[in-house]
């Protein structure tokens, strides 16, 4: 079974900057898209940033352009997501997840691996 697991959650004052990252077991996962969402209480789950499952590109959502990077380590088989410049906007339960060899994760369903969530807080 493929397992993701997510870390590097915590409590911020606005302005200051976290780091997550997802470890991945079961499979190399370097022919897979890697990406991160989020999910505020009472709201749905929104994209936030890929990486391609070729390492050609990456995306992110207008609201986190300029202030969150994704990177990779295929050798490690981690994703990681550098978030600086914290907004209260930006709490929430974070979520990295998997696409299966060779998708591009374009689309949410896409993804069928999902880590079990960490918990980011930004107190204004």
């Known amino acids: 079974q493929v397992q993701l697991v997510e870390s590097g959650g915590g409590l911020v004052q606005a302005g200051g900057s976290l780091r997550l990252s997802c470890a991945a077991s079961?499979?190399?996962?370097?022919?897979?898209?890697m990406g991160w969402f989020r999910q505020a209480p009472g709201k749905e789950r929104e994209f936030v940033a890929l990486?391609?499952?070729?390492?050609?590109?990456?995306s992110y959502a207008d609201s986190v352009k300029g202030r969150f990077t994704i990177s990779r380590d295929n050798a490690k088989n981690t994703v990681d997501l550098q978030m600086n410049s914290l907004k209260p906007e930006d709490t929430a339960l974070y979520y990295c997840?998997?696409?299966?060899?060779?998708?591009?994760?374009?689309?949410?369903?896409?993804?069928?691996?999902w880590g079990q969530g960490t918990q980011v807080t930004v107190a204004s």
């Open positions: 990486f391609s499952f070729n390492g050609g590109w990456t």
């Open positions: 997840a998997a696409t299966p060899p060779g998708r591009t994760g374009s689309n949410l369903q896409d993804y069928i691996y």
């Open positions: 079961g499979r190399t996962f370097s022919s897979s898209t």
